[in-house]
């Protein structure tokens, strides 16, 4: 990859014109530094256009194929549903572009083994959008950890009631609360592990699963040196708080910690390693941040981003694939 040292903002397109390309466009468009979508595409041009008309973007295109042969476009944003990702990631790769992919990127370990291979192979970035990472409140607390004594335990949920009409309730679209939902706070304790040089280890999972239809319930725990309850669910309000404690201490990563703004103290007297509690909010739904990381990403030649690595999202993708597997309950 040669070095991008344009100050020019980082020209993305998006494949996929649903309601997540649409929130990352106003979140870019809105609120970014270095990025600007430029181009919209779907399989038809007509929703493309609507698209494209609605947020001011000056090119729209009916096929994604259009949109990895677009000089306009430096960098694209996956937006499709799931099972759709890797053979876009492909394609897009294949055309020289950079690829931010909606998470969860892939739903087999061994096609992201491929595309990060292929991205590498080609000088190209190829990252998953787990956005939390790239939020300025969760940089602050992953800076801090190691002044922390002994963290040794994670708490956390994300779980809603999802309309069973839809997608999340399809097996044949990989749905389930696992793949959608779970991956979340997967990433959460691998980033922590990772930051704290810990060894992750295998979870125990335990599914809400009949025979034939998606987990609409998950549940990951961890025994290691950073134990860990994490949950997931497509049927249920689950806690929208996360909780990291050790001996005498705790932290609550306050309200959605997945869009983290606030992380306050909750463990009596503040030590020295927690002078004040973390209040950083952003603009918009904040996906503005992993834009402007990865386009940073891009100027620096960069091939795999260090807040949101590679090797931690094929951790997690394992950890989901493999515990899938069995149907336990």
Same mark, same amino acid.
């Given at each position: ?11 993305? /397109? ?14 870019? !468009? ?59 990631? %492909? ?74 009409? /839809? ?14 939902? /779970?991956?979340?706070?997967? @990433? ?15 979870? %125990? ?37 996360? @909780?990291?404690?050790?001996?005498? @201490?705790?932290? %609550?990563?306050?309200?959605?910690? $997945? !869009? ?13 390693? $927690? ?25 620096? /030649? ?28």
């Amino acid at each position: 990859m040669q070095d991008r040292s344009s100050d020019q903002p980082l020209r993305w /397109g998006i494949a996929g014109a649903g309601a997540i390309a649409r929130r990352f466009c106003q979140d870019v !468009n809105g609120h970014a530094s270095g990025s600007r979508v430029v181009a919209i595409a779907a399989r038809d041009q007509a929703r493309a256009q609507a698209f494209a008309d609605e947020q001011g973007l000056p090119h729209a295109h009916g096929s994604y194929q259009a949109l990895a042969a677009s000089p306009q476009v430096e960098a694209v944003y996956v937006a499709v549903i799931h099972p759709e990702h890797a053979a876009l990631i %492909e394609l897009m790769l294949l055309a020289g572009k950079h690829v931010l992919v909606e998470k969860p990127a892939v739903t087999r370990v061994a096609d992201w083994d491929r595309l990060v291979r292929l991205a590498a192979g080609r000088g190209l970035l190829l990252m998953e959008a787990m956005k939390v990472m790239c939020f300025p409140a969760m940089r602050e607390l992953l800076g801090r950890l190691a002044a922390l004594p002994a963290p040794d335990r994670l708490r956390a949920a994300f779980g809603s009631v999802q309309a069973r009409d /839809g997608k999340l309730f399809d097996p044949a679209l990989a749905g389930g609360a696992a793949w959608d939902v /779970g991956v979340y706070p997967l @990433w959460l304790y691998s980033a922590l592990c990772h930051q704290l040089g810990l060894a992750a280890g295998e979870p %125990e999972v335990t599914l809400s699963r009949q025979a034939g239809e998606v987990d609409e319930a998950a549940r990951f725990d961890f025994s290691g040196p950073l134990k860990a309850e994490l949950a997931a669910s497509i049927v249920a309000d689950l806690d929208k708080s996360a @909780w990291l404690s050790g001996p005498g @201490w705790a932290l %609550e990563l306050v309200g959605k910690w $997945w !869009n983290p703004q606030q992380i306050a103290w909750r463990g009596g007297d503040p030590l020295p390693a $927690w002078p004040y509690d973390i209040a950083l909010p952003v603009g918009g739904g904040g996906m503005q941040h992993e834009a402007d990381h990865f386009a940073a990403c891009v100027r620096q /030649g960069l091939s795999d981003s260090p807040w949101v690595p590679q090797a931690l999202s094929r951790q997690v993708l394992g950890w989901v694939e493999r515990g899938l597997l069995p149907a336990k309950r």
